[in-house]
T-cell receptor, first 113, second 113 residues
Framework: KAGVTQTPRYLIKTRGQQVTLSCSPISGHRSVSWYQQTPGQGLQFLFEYFSETQRNKGNFPGRFSGRQFSNSRSEMNVSTLELGDSALYLC????????????FGPGTRLTVL | GDSVTQMEGPVTLSEEAFLTINCTYTATGYPSLFWYVQYPGEGLQLLLKATKADDKGSNKGFEATYRKETTSFHLEKGSVQVSDSAVYFCALTDNNAGNMLTFGGGTRLMVKP
C-alpha cells in the first residue's frame, strides 16, 4: 500500500505570496491532519479534516486554511506569507476508528525569502 | 492546555549502550501516549503507543510504560545500534480531541560505533 504523499517536496516563495500544499492520504484513510515543524516551535498542530469537514483546529492565524476533497485528498493554503512561515509542513492520515495512530508523509519544505 | 516535556538532546551513546529518554506530560483528561521517530529527511513514524495507565508499548526493542502516578512515558532500549540515530518525539492525544497530537520538543539521539 502506498504511503502518504505530499507535493511539492520543496518550495521557495517570497513574502506576501500565497502557497498551496497537497497531501494524498493512504488509500482508505479518511482523516488528514497537518502539522508545522520549525526548529524554534517544534511540531505544532494546524488542523484536521475528516470526511471533508474540519474537525479540529490549532492555534494559527486565519492565513492558514485547508480543505479536504471527497477522495480524502487534502490541501492547505497559506496566504500573505511571512518569513516565520518557513517550515516543514507534515501531513498525516489516519484510518477510521484507530484513534490517533497517524501515518506521516515526508513533508513539504517551505522557504519564505 | 495539554503539554509534553522531554529531555533535551543531543543524546550521544556508544553502540550497545542503554538508552533512556525521559518524557513527562500534563493533560486534563486521560490521554493516549506515543513515541514517534524521525529519521533524517523523512516524516515521522509511530514507534510505540500506550492508551491507558500501566500499559507498556514496545516495538523494535524499544519500550515505554504509561505511568499515571508520575505522568511519565519514558522511552528505553537495552542496546542501541547506529541505525537508531534519529530524533525521537513523545506525544499525547486527549481522547476527546480526535486526532490532534501534542508533541514534545524532540530528542536527537546519536549512536557512535
Amino acid at each position: 500500500k502506498a504511503g502518504v504523499t505530499q507535493t511539492p517536496r520543496y518550495l521557495i516563495k517570497t513574502r506576501g505570496q500565497q502557497v498551496t500544499l497537497s497531501c494524498s492520504p493512504i488509500s482508505g484513510h479518511r482523516s488528514v491532519s497537518w502539522y508545522q515543524q520549525t526548529p524554534g516551535q517544534g511540531l505544532q498542530f494546524l488542523f484536521e479534516y475528516f470526511s471533508e469537514t474540519q474537525r479540529n483546529k490549532g492555534n494559527f492565524p486565519g492565513r492558514f486554511s485547508g480543505r479536504q476533497f471527497s477522495n480524502s485528498r487534502s490541501e492547505m493554503n497559506v496566504s500573505t506569507l511571512e518569513l516565520g512561515d518557513s517550515a516543514l509542513y507534515l501531513c498525516a492520515s489516519s484510518p477510521l476508528g484507530r484513534l490517533a495512530e497517524q501515518f506521516f508523509g515526508p513533508g513539504t519544505r517551505l522557504t519564505v525569502l | 492546555g495539554d503539554s509534553v516535556t522531554q529531555m533535551e538532546g543531543p543524546v550521544t551513546l556508544s553502540e550497545e549502550a542503554f538508552l533512556t529518554i525521559n518524557c513527562t506530560y500534563t493533560a486534563t483528561g486521560y490521554p493516549s501516549l506515543f513515541w514517534y521517530v524521525q529519521y533524517p529527511g523523512e516524516g515521522l513514524q509511530l514507534l510505540l503507543k500506550a492508551t491507558k495507565a500501566d500499559d507498556k508499548g514496545s516495538n523494535k526493542g524499544f519500550e515505554a510504560t504509561y505511568r499515571k502516578e508520575t505522568t511519565s512515558f519514558h522511552l528505553e532500549k537495552g542496546s542501541v545500534q547506529v541505525s537508531d540515530s534519529a530524533v525521537y518525539f513523545c506525544a499525547l492525544t486527549d481522547n476527546n480531541a480526535g486526532n490532534m497530537l501534542t508533541f514534545g520538543g524532540g530528542t536527537r539521539l546519536m549512536v557512535k560505533p
